[in-house]
């Protein structure tokens, strides 16, 4: 029997027993039947308002806290201070709305742990809808698409206009649709894109049917790593061309010395030098190539401790002197006395011999080189200037790279490696520092290094 039954059974029960009892005291007291008849109708009419009164105020109550618990107020929970099936009702209602609670609570955690692994990656993750509109993007997708916020709604071919997305759109959305719970990594469609920006981003699409998402993108960008292995190819072929050109001097003077030099003293002499100074070069670019190494590996031990800049700046001159007084240079020093940095003394040295050297082969004779260092807030800045003909902007950009030079034939001349800026970078950098080039007033370059003081 349902809740309205028992009511309307319970309501006919209660005028029955009202009548009767009204009829038969109204005959007990002498009223005439017809008398008592009506007095007793009106007695169970009176009740029967009465008590449809309190059903309907029980049901309004009730209504009233399903629709909150429904709306504006999850947390109200039914009060009936009746017993019976308004009381069951309650108690079901309340048990209900406490189980809803704890699953929303239960999704609302769910929602937030799956909303921070989301907004951490660092990969973009994009949901499309089946006709291609955006329904989810985190954060790195969005900063890879240039947006304030996430362009939810807007169709993806809109803010990539490039067709072959569209082709991997197309057959992602032919692949077979993923179940619940199934992953699938191979024959993932993919398609490497080279953005507006200059970025390039690796795209791969998964087939969905869930959520309102026919498709999953994920998008990672792969720039760095590009760039390192076309550093990488470009290392391999430097290194190849840079010795291959010592070895085959060497093989030839070799040779020659074989072939009946060794019989004229004269010459052998000049192929024997000829020898030893491509021996010389080839020895400093493996000495130079495995400093690198080490420095990258941390392998290179450079235990910090506080530096004296200006005894290091002395010492680093000193040891320039003989290039410097043999090309009839001039070296300045710029000294602010008492300056101490965060660094380690032979990391150091090798920074300012360095860039002294480079300062030195690359500047006319008698040219003036200066070297100095300066306080600069929480750093110290150390310089080494020249006034040489200088080096270009679009040069300066590349100049600390392996084996770039400027002019790669009187590098070579001057007996340059072509490493001697990548390892100061190298070095500056493992220190907590950075290096920076830049033209020189009124001509030349200036090499400028900040480290913690």
């Known amino acids: 029997m349902t809740l309205e039954s028992r009511g309307r059974m319970f309501l006919l029960t209660s005028l029955a ?3 009767g009892s009204t009829l ?9 039947p017809a008398l008592a ?3 007793g109708a009106a007695v169970a009419l009176l009740l029967g308002i009465v008590g449809a009164r309190l059903v309907t105020l029980q049901t309004q109550r009730l209504t009233e806290v399903a629709r909150a618990m429904a709306e504006e107020n999850p947390g109200r929970r039914a009060s009936v201070a009746a017993s019976g099936e308004f009381q069951e009702l309650g108690d079901a209602l309340n048990r209900m709305a406490d189980k809803l609670d704890r699953t929303t609570a239960e999704l609302r955690s769910e929602r937030d742990r799956f909303g921070v692994v989301l907004e951490g990656m660092v990969e973009g993750v994009i949901g499309l809808t089946s006709d291609g509109r955006v329904a989810l993007c985190n954060r790195s997708a969005t900063a890879m698409f240039g947006e304030a916020a996430p362009p939810l709604g ?5 803010l990539v206009r490039q067709p072959a997305l569209k082709d991997l759109l197309e057959r992602a959305q032919a692949a077979p649709r993923l179940r619940a719970g199934e992953v699938r990594d191979s024959d993932v469609p993919q398609v490497e894109l080279a953005m507006p920006s200059g970025a390039r981003l690796l795209w791969s699409a998964w087939p969905l049917d869930r959520a309102g998402i026919g498709v999953l993108l994920a998008v990672r960008d792969v720039t760095a790593l590009r760039r390192l292995e076309t550093v990488r190819r470009d290392f391999i072929s430097n290194v190849s061309h840079e010795l291959r050109t010592p070895v085959a001097i060497v093989y030839a003077s070799a040779e020659a010395l074989c072939d009946g030099g060794l019989e004229e003293p004269t010459t052998a002499r000049d192929f024997a030098q000829t020898i030893l100074r491509h021996a010389e070069r080839m020895s400093r670019i ?7 190494s080490r420095i990258e590996a941390g392998a290179y031990d450079l235990s910090p401790s506080g530096v004296q800049v200006t005894e290091r700046i002395r010492h680093a001159i000193r040891l320039i002197e003989p290039a410097t007084t043999a090309r009839g240079q ?3 020093a710029q000294i602010e006395d008492g300056l101490t940095v965060r660094g380690n003394p032979q990391a150091l040295d090798q920074v300012l011999v360095n860039l002294l050297e480079n300062a030195s082969k690359y500047t006319p004779e008698g040219a003036h080189i200066a070297v100095g260092c300066k306080r600069d807030g929480a750093r110290v800045e150390l310089w ?3 006034d040489g003909p200088g080096i270009s902007a679009a040069h300066r950009e590349r100049i600390f790279e392996r084996f770039y030079r400027v002019d790669a034939g009187r590098s070579r001349e001057l007996g340059g490696t072509g490493l001697g800026l990548a390892i100061v970078r190298h070095l500056v950098e493992a220190m907590g520092g950075t290096v920076t080039c830049e033209a020189n007033e009124p001509t030349g370059a200036r090499f400028r290094v900040w480290l913690q003081a």
Do not use: N, P, Q, Y
Not at 24 to 32: I, Q
Not at 154 to 158: A, I, P, Q, S, T
């Open 17 to 19: 027993m009202a009548v």
């Open 24 to 32: 038969a005291g109204a005959v007990s007291v002498g009223f005439e």
């Open 37 to 39: 008849a009506l007095i």
């Open 154 to 158: 807007k169709r993806l071919l809109d």
């Open 286 to 292: 493996i000495s130079d190539l495995l400093d690198l």
């Open 330 to 332: 001039t070296v300045m």
């Open 384 to 386: 080494v200037a020249d």
